[in-house]
Each structure stands twice: as structure tokens, then as C-alpha cells.
């Protein structure tokens, strides 16, 4: 029986290209083989998924501008010819560099190394902005020209104003610090200082 079946199978097989509408022929039953399970291959464990690798962004250099500026302001707290009880204006940070720095960061170590000396006052915050916009400058504006920032020191009535450039190659930058007297724009003081990491 097994014989025809697969004498029949064969000869379907090979003439599969007619087709025909015919019955197909009674098949009898035949018996039933044991069932195996099927034969699966070994499966590999499962390696875990390595995440991409993302190249590391290259690493920024710190420059530590607290300790650049306190020198600097130590020599212009000394320095001959300064009237004690001033008003003084900070004005924003000049970049001279071959790239970029964060002026903010420079402007903001100088006011915080002068907050805590009695030689100068210096122009509240509030005070700042009120002449700014008495000059139509935006908040925005660094105030990095000698001219602006003297313009403002006017406007805001103090005595002297304080204006920071930071020079050089931007990877080992030089601060450079003029303190002018705003009547008359001469310079009271300077320092140059080595920015330090």
C-alpha cells in the first residue's frame, strides 16, 4: 500500500504540468507511523547586544578663571593713584583669542574676585541696566568696545570702569585688564596675567 501511494505521488509529480479536472483516486488508509519530534539544529546562546560605540567628544579644557583674575585684581586693588570709595563698572569680557570662550564666565570671576574688597563700589545690577537702557544697548551686549563700556560707566555715574580682554592662542589664553577713569578715558591701571588651568 505505502508502495502505490508513492508509485502514485511519483507519477502526480511528474506529470504535475496538465492539470485536469479529474477525481482523485480513492486512497485507502494506511497506518499511522510513530511521530518523532522534529530534529532542530543546536541554537548558539545568544551573544547580548553590544551598544554602538559613540566616539568621545574631545575633551574641552577647563581654564580656571577665579584663580586667573585674582592676581590682577590683588595689583589693581594696590595700585597708586586709585580714589578709596569709587564706583565702579565691570565691563563685559573681550575675546581676542583664535576661538571661543565664555566672556560670561570671565566677566563674572572678576565681579565675584572685587565683591569682597571695600576699595570700589561696585554699579548694582539694576543700576546697569537702567543705563543701558538709557542707551538703547540691550541686555545682550557685552559691552566689549572701550568706547560702549565707558558710555555706560558714564550713565551709570561711576568713577571708573573696569574693561577685560582675554588674548592669545585660545588653548593657553593672557588676560589683559585696563582700569580707566570714565571722565577722561585715560588708564588708571593695566595688568597682563597667564590664564591658568
Given at each position: 500500500?505505502?508502495?502505490?501511494?508513492g508509485?502514485?505521488?511519483l507519477?502526480?509529480?511528474?506529470?504535475?504540468?496538465?492539470?485536469?479536472?479529474?477525481?482523485?483516486?480513492?486512497?485507502?488508509?494506511?497506518?499511522?507511523?510513530?511521530?518523532?519530534?522534529?530534529?532542530?539544529?543546536?541554537?548558539?546562546?545568544?551573544?547580548?547586544?553590544?551598544?554602538?560605540t559613540v566616539?568621545?567628544?574631545?575633551?574641552?579644557?577647563?581654564l580656571?578663571?577665579?584663580?586667573?583674575?585674582?592676581?590682577?585684581?590683588?595689583?589693581?586693588?594696590?595700585?597708586?593713584?586709585?580714589?578709596?570709595?569709587?564706583?565702579?563698572?565691570?565691563?563685559?569680557?573681550?575675546?581676542?583669542?583664535?576661538?571661543?570662550?565664555?566672556?560670561?564666565?570671565?566677566?563674572?570671576?572678576v565681579?565675584?574676585a572685587?565683591?569682597?574688597?571695600?576699595?570700589?563700589?561696585?554699579?548694582?545690577?539694576?543700576?546697569?541696566q537702567?543705563?543701558?537702557?538709557?542707551?538703547?544697548?540691550?541686555?545682550?551686549?557685552?559691552?566689549?568696545t572701550?568706547?560702549?563700556?565707558?558710555?555706560?560707566?558714564?550713565?551709570?555715574?561711576?568713577?571708573?570702569?573696569?574693561?577685560?580682554?582675554?588674548?592669545?592662542?585660545?588653548?593657553?589664553p593672557?588676560?589683559?585688564?585696563?582700569?580707566?577713569?570714565?571722565?577722561?578715558?585715560e588708564?588708571?591701571w593695566?595688568g597682563?596675567?597667564?590664564?591658568?588651568n
Open positions: 500500500m505505502t508502495r502505490l501511494a508509485l502514485l505521488s507519477s502526480l509529480l511528474l506529470s504535475g504540468c496538465i492539470v485536469q479536472q479529474q477525481k482523485p483516486a480513492p486512497v485507502e488508509p494506511t497506518q499511522p507511523t510513530p511521530t518523532q519530534p522534529p530534529v532542530t539544529a543546536p541554537q548558539e546562546p545568544q551573544q547580548p547586544q553590544q551598544p554602538p566616539p568621545q567628544p574631545p575633551k574641552l579644557q577647563t580656571n578663571w577665579e584663580a586667573s583674575v585674582q592676581p590682577l585684581i590683588a595689583q589693581m586693588l594696590h595700585a597708586d593713584g586709585v580714589t578709596p570709595g569709587s564706583v565702579l563698572l565691570v565691563a563685559g569680557t573681550r575675546n581676542n583669542t583664535n576661538g571661543s570662550i565664555q566672556s560670561a564666565k570671565v566677566t563674572n570671576a565681579v565675584s572685587l565683591s569682597n574688597q571695600n576699595q570700589f563700589s561696585l554699579v548694582p545690577p539694576e543700576q546697569l537702567a543705563a543701558r537702557q538709557s542707551l538703547g544697548l540691550s541686555a545682550e551686549d557685552s559691552l566689549s572701550r568706547s560702549k563700556a565707558i558710555g555706560i560707566a558714564r550713565a551709570a555715574n561711576a568713577q571708573y570702569v573696569l574693561y577685560t580682554t582675554v588674548n592669545g592662542d585660545v588653548k593657553s593672557t588676560l589683559q585688564m585696563l582700569l580707566m577713569l570714565v571722565q577722561s578715558g588708564i588708571a593695566s597682563n596675567g597667564v590664564v591658568q
